[in-house]
């Protein structure tokens, strides 16, 4: 696709033909349905690996196109940011080894890009989101330069209007503004593939929308953003809204987000779907088609629905439905988006085998799942599934039920049986899916990631934290261990630690007052926390100045209730940047004789510095 989207004049005379050959692929893909083209008589499995990229510092390290020059694989690609990269697993029919097959080629695709990466300082981390991503690497010189990032980019912020909006709250809340989709690119996934018969897809379909819920809470793997502590899989919220273009009013409207879980159950066939988000959605991305879909199936060719292809590519729903071409047949395919990569490699064929066994083995009760279970409760599930994790109460069928008794009493069974019917060998489906049950008592890779980063917390700053916990992450990956079996992050010596950047060392849990606050309130704050320096805000949430007791001390009585904070405050304020090197830091406190740095992005303070920090 990159080749193509590189040559695209993206002008209106392809996007109008770019559009004809759209309503044409889904006529020519109506007709192969319709004549039974569509190819039924196997099942097939595949997986997308997306993996970041660290450098010695377990920090982001943006080396993707040179690492994919050295690996000099067609299993792999690029992905938006610089520090991400993919590789595509080659389909395996599901039979008795599948498994097997499919663990060894991922390991050995993680082996090349490790043994590569490690020549150029760097090491590859499964995560769903990498602990120590910070604000800097969200920048556009981050963005891997190829041109259909760009174009991507630049068309939803156009869309957009104004600058993406981000806030999610979990424990902590995270509430920002971006300038471009790349936040995105702090989601990593393992993205599974079954192929689906063209007459039984509706009915899988809807079955997958049902067990996605319990699905994702079993697999959560990305709790953290930028230090904060938010949902059990982060992701699901951020990916929404890392691509959000909608427009709001001052009234409600319903509006369909481009990444999504769905509204309703689906009917009819998967061209339906197409449709429906094709009536949904803008047209993000055209690219020059040389052969019509319908005169290759004229004359007896399978198309490939190049134009149907890369709109699908540009709609995210959770479970997508898919369409290829294979061995010169046509087939269809559910991917599911929803699951993050890691804890371990074999945490990833544990997800794998339960979501494909689930799928395989559905019992002829969920057949038209629509009538026994309302969609809104589906979605609900998954929602919740993606705020808490394990400790989520499902609603199935109607009754409360636990995570650990649904996927228990429930769901493993049908996994298991529907494995056997495929006659997957009794030792790996004893081991995946008994990983999935030693899951459900002994945590997710969620857990033990805000577990151990809560015990750090205690002990070091929150960036060193961050790093202890991604090295942690990579170290037990290397041994492959499943999750349940990781063993807690001992104390860690943070002298050793190295920083760098202020941003690394600044607290962030900042009291603040406002230039029209009343002096002796500011004092009493003061007081009472124990505080020598309060940096001072107007009503924009622009810096304005300084509070501290040096310059009270000057002002002698602070008792007139008269008197505002904008009295007595210091106006010119040395300020620093969270990129200002520390030592820069050190010698302006030293060269002014103050104790503390306030540390702003622009005019909005985003921490703060002291003698004590350094």
Known sequence: MG?????????????????????????????????????????RVGAEQEMCLVNTEFRPSPISLDLIEKINDPHFTTELASYNLEANLDPFTLDRNCFQNMEKQL??????????????????????????????????????????????????????????TLKIKGVDELSLHHDSVLFEACNTSFQLHLQVSSDDFIKSY????????????????????????????????????????????????????????????????????????ISTHRILLTKPIKQNSLVLLENGAIPKLEALNLFNGTV????????????????????????????????????????????????????????????????????????NGRQTIFSWLGKPMTLKKLIREELLPIAYDGLKKFDVSDKDINHLLGIIESRTKGGTGAEWQVRNFRRLRKQIKIDTALVELTKAIYKNQQNNLP?????????????????????????????????????????????????????????????????????????????????????IMIKKVVTVRPRTKIETAKQLMEDYQIGCLPVCSGTSLVGIISKVDL
């Open 3 to 43: 080749e193509h989207i590189a040559q695209s004049k993206f002008d209106q005379t392809e996007r109008k033909a770019f559009v004809q050959h759209l309503i044409d692929d889904i006529k020519a893909l109506e007709i192969m349905v319709q004549q039974g083209m569509i190819e039924n008589d196997i099942v």
């Open 107 to 164: 390991r050995m695709l993680l082996a090349k890009a490790e043994a590569k990466a490690n020549k150029m300082d760097a090491k590859v981390v499964l995560t769903g989101i990498l602990p120590t991503i910070s604000k800097n690497e969200l920048g556009i010189d981050f963005m891997t330069p190829i041109p259909r990032y760009y174009k991507i980019n630049d068309i939803l912020t156009a869309w957009r209007g104004d600058h993406f």
């Open 206 to 277: 809807n079955w997958a929308q049902a067990i996605a819920g319990p699905v994702l809470g079993i697999s959560c793997n990305s709790p953290l953003l930028m230090g904060r502590e938010l949902w059990k899989e982060t992701r699901i919220a951020l990916f929404q809204q890392s691509l959000d273009t909608r427009k709001w009013s001052h009234l409600p409207k319903e509006q369909v987000a481009r990444v999504s879980f769905g509204e309703d159950w689906q009917k009819d066939s998967a061209v339906e779907i197409f449709k429906e988000d």
């Open 316 to 387: 995210y729903r959770w479970n997508r439905p898919c369409y290829g071409v294979g061995n010169g047949k046509p087939h269809l395919r559910i991917e599911n988006r929803y699951i993050p990569a890691g804890p371990s490699p074999v945490d990833q064929m544990a997800n794998f085998a339960f979501w494909v066994g689930l799928m395989v083995g559905r019992p002829e009760k969920y057949d038209n799942v629509s009538t026994i279970m309302d969609f809104r409760e589906a979605k609900l599930n998954f929602m919740k599934s993606a705020t």
């Open 483 to 567: 999750v349940h079996q990781w063993p807690n992050i001992e104390k860690v010596d943070a002298a050793k630690k190295s920083f760098q950047w202020v941003e690394q060392i600044m607290s962030t849990k900042l009291m603040k007052l406002y230039e029209d606050d009343f002096a002796n309130l500011a004092i009493s704050i003061m007081q009472w926390n124990n505080i020598h320096h309060l940096p001072v805000e107007n009503s924009k949430g622009e810096l304005v100045g300084l509070l501290t007791w040096n310059h009270i001390a000057q002002f002698g009585n602070m008792q007139d209730i008269h008197a505002k904070v904008s009295d």
